[in-house]
């Protein structure tokens, strides 16, 4: 197996631009989350989903952020408008009873 | 909510040192314990985890010890590497229906000299 994959890698973008991030989470796994970094705040989870139901989107900053989970293979996380202060590594994690395996980040930079 | 506070946020040592990090954790409910090693530019992976029926575990250079009783788990890494240099991560999860939700130590950045 690949592995958690996430695109892009890498995005910037201007403030008031739409955001999407992508993650296809490994197979069988029926957790998928989703966490932010920053040297600030951490590691902080968004939200998590369990078989593509979300359970817990306390993370959330605001109403700007939103994650589906249209079906076990793909979920996206989405920032409208994306602000600066949006500016961190976002990390998917898929698990299935137990570790919680992570994907390499997608590094985001609002201007 | 569970609280995870993790020390040292940095810590040195030289090659063939050992290196000890800590973390407590607030909530008594909590039954599951993971570390996680994070390199530069690459996602946070788990070397090492603790239930809270085992008092210690081992893998090779690296053990976990916890205690309940203080709300407190250690990581130890004997014989250190300059290839152990990265961010470690302790975290915490409780059972039944928060199943699946992490609480993560803010981070202790470990550099080996060699």
């Known amino acids: 197996d690949a592995g958690v994959i996430q695109s892009p890698r890498h995005e910037v973008t201007e403030m008031g631009q739409e955001v999407t991030l992508r993650c296809k989470p490994i197979?069988?796994?029926?957790?998928l989350f989703w966490y932010r970094q920053t040297m600030m705040r951490g590691l902080e989870l968004l939200i998590y989903?369990?078989?593509?139901?979300?359970?817990?989107d306390s993370g959330m900053p605001e109403d700007r952020f939103s994650a589906k989970m249209p079906n076990a293979s793909f979920s996206t996380l989405k920032i409208q408008p994306s602000e600066p202060r949006d500016s961190a590594v976002y990390f998917c994690?898929?698990?299935?009873?137990?570790?919680?395996?992570f994907g390499p980040g997608t590094r985001l930079t609002v201007l | 909510g569970e609280n995870v506070e993790q020390h040292p946020s940095t810590l040195s040592v030289q090659e063939g040192d050992s290196a000890v990090i800590k973390c407590t954790y607030s909530?008594?409910?909590?039954?599951?314990f993971p570390w996680y090693k994070q390199e530069l530019g690459k996602g946070p992976q788990l070397i090492i985890d603790?239930?809270?029926?085992?008092g210690e575990k081992k893998d090779q250079r690296i053990a976990v010890t916890l205690n309940k009783t203080a709300k407190h788990f250690s990581l130890h890494i004997t014989e250190t590497q300059p290839e152990d240099s990265a961010v470690y991560f302790c975290?915490?999860?409780?059972?039944?229906?928060?199943?699946?939700?992490?609480?993560f130590g803010q981070g202790t950045i470990l550099t080996v000299h060699p």
């Open positions: 197979s069988g796994h029926d957790y």
């Open positions: 989903f369990n078989n593509n139901v979300p359970i817990d």
């Open positions: 909530d008594s409910a909590s039954n599951y």
């Open positions: 975290a915490a999860r409780r059972g039944g229906t928060s199943y699946g939700k992490l609480t």
């Open positions: 603790i239930r809270s029926n085992v």
């Open positions: 994690a898929s698990s299935f009873i137990g570790e919680q395996f």
